[in-house]
């Protein structure tokens, strides 16, 4: 947690290279209620964010593919390269192909050179992430992304525990 309110504090600081962060953990830990909040922090200090799920993400990308309309794809592009702050919301809920795996590593390693931060979420751990993507994804990941592992009981099983024995 306090990495994260590191992360927001830091943000305004520089216009580049603010630092990239991968969160994982196990299903309803908060992963994706702690990139929302990071989210709503980084627009409210007037800074651009562009949060998609990892399914979105690249259903948008293919999508324009299929139907012919490449200018919806190159606006959709600039937003993903160019955004100071892109979320991908749990990845590995996507359909993994070559399509997914090569559209991932360009958007990551882009994003890398231009110096814009990233914040990616999974419930896929390193080990997994390298098994399902690819060996130059996890490097990159590894080499220039802050990477928290969020551990603990599940969330929503606690919440309907509790609200059953009240």
């Known amino acids: 947690l306090s990495s994260a309110k590191n992360f927001v504090d830091n943000f305004s600081k520089s216009s580049s290279h603010r630092g990239n962060i991968f969160i994982y953990g196990e299903v309803g830990l908060g992963k994706t209620f702690l990139t929302?909040?990071?989210?709503?922090?980084?627009?409210?200090k007037g800074h651009q964010v562009f949060y998609l799920s990892a399914n979105e993400l690249f259903q948008n990308i293919l999508s324009p593919y299929l139907m012919g309309q490449e200018k919806d794809l190159a606006e959709l592009y600039k937003y993903v390269y160019n955004?100071?702050?892109?979320?991908?919301?749990?990845?590995?809920?996507?359909?993994?192909?070559?399509?997914?795996?090569?559209n991932l590593f360009e958007i990551i390693n882009k994003r890398n050179i231009q110096g814009r931060s990233t914040l990616i979420s999974s419930n896929l751990g390193l080990k997994d992430l390298r098994i399902k993507y690819s060996e130059r994804i996890i490097s990159r990941i590894i080499e220039s992304y802050t990477v928290f592992n969020i551990y603990g009981e599940n969330i929503r099983y606690q919440k309907r525990f509790n609200s059953t024995n009240n």
């Open 36 to 44: 929302n909040c990071i989210a709503k922090e980084i627009l409210e």
């Open 83 to 102: 955004c100071e702050l892109l979320i991908i919301d749990d990845l590995g809920t996507e359909l993994i192909n070559s399509f997914t795996v090569t």
